[in-house]
């Protein structure tokens, strides 16, 4: 074939369709059920398989005050967007990451991690993961806590990219053809935080549109500000 394939064309998950979903959630899910409270996005065209495009599976969790769910680790990688929040935090291998609106946090994979909110108010955010793609090579598998210890931490990791500092980065970005774009890079390679996930913000002037391109790579995403 000389054009790839597209069993999946594009498909819209409108935050006012998923508000009162996730509200549901914390008001019929509690306890130990509560552990993994999350509004897992489903991409129509893919049934039966669970996932969002082909190679990427996001998903919205909620964690309410109080709450702090079970340390696992996992051979799928995955990253977080907060999309509400004003405390609470990951932790990833033992490291803390604050949850802020906004805040992008990367979680490797086998990496140990669980949440916690200790804020005055619920902390919402996007899971994304490459759970399809890890899928395919047939090596989806996790563990359950408790830690015994913790792995050291590879010196100069960076698991947390605050969103104040990624608007002053945004601030310092040149334009192009409209549109400012930030890529989150991992310190240590200067590559994808991710082997299997690439990320950027990208900042759009107000009655402009960006150039058309397409790509092979399957793409999510997640409106942070704007209307």
Wanted: net charge negative; with cysteine.
């Amino acid at each position: 074939t000389h054009e790839p394939s597209l069993d999946a064309p594009s498909h819209h998950w409108r935050w006012q369709d998923l508000e009162r979903a996730i509200e549901l959630t914390t008001e019929l899910v509690h306890g130990k059920d509560a552990d993994h409270r999350v509004l897992v996005l489903k991409h129509p065209r893919l049934a039966p398989r669970v996932a969002t495009t082909n190679n990427i599976l996001a998903a919205v969790q909620c964690v309410l005050p109080g709450e702090r769910t079970s340390p696992h680790r996992h051979t799928p990688a995955a990253v977080r967007l907060v999309l509400e929040g004003a405390g609470g935090g990951t932790f990833v291998d033992g490291v803390r990451c604050d949850m802020h609106s906004g805040d992008f946090i990367v979680t490797p994979n086998w990496t140990w991690h669980c949440h916690e909110n200790d804020s005055g108010g619920p902390v919402t955010w996007v899971d994304i993961l490459d759970v399809p793609l890890v899928r395919a090579a047939n090596a989806v598998f996790g563990d359950m806590g408790p830690v015994a210890e913790y792995p050291q931490v590879p010196k100069g990791a960076r698991f947390r990219y605050p969103w104040t500092d990624t608007v002053k980065r945004l601030e310092q970005a040149p334009a192009e053809n409209g549109a400012k774009t930030v890529r989150y890079v991992d310190p240590l390679s200067r590559g994808p935080v991710l082997a299997t996930l690439d990320a950027a913000v990208m900042e759009i002037a107000g009655g402009l549109a960006t150039r058309l391109v397409r790509t092979s790579a399957s793409q999510l995403c997640v409106v942070i500000e704007g209307s």
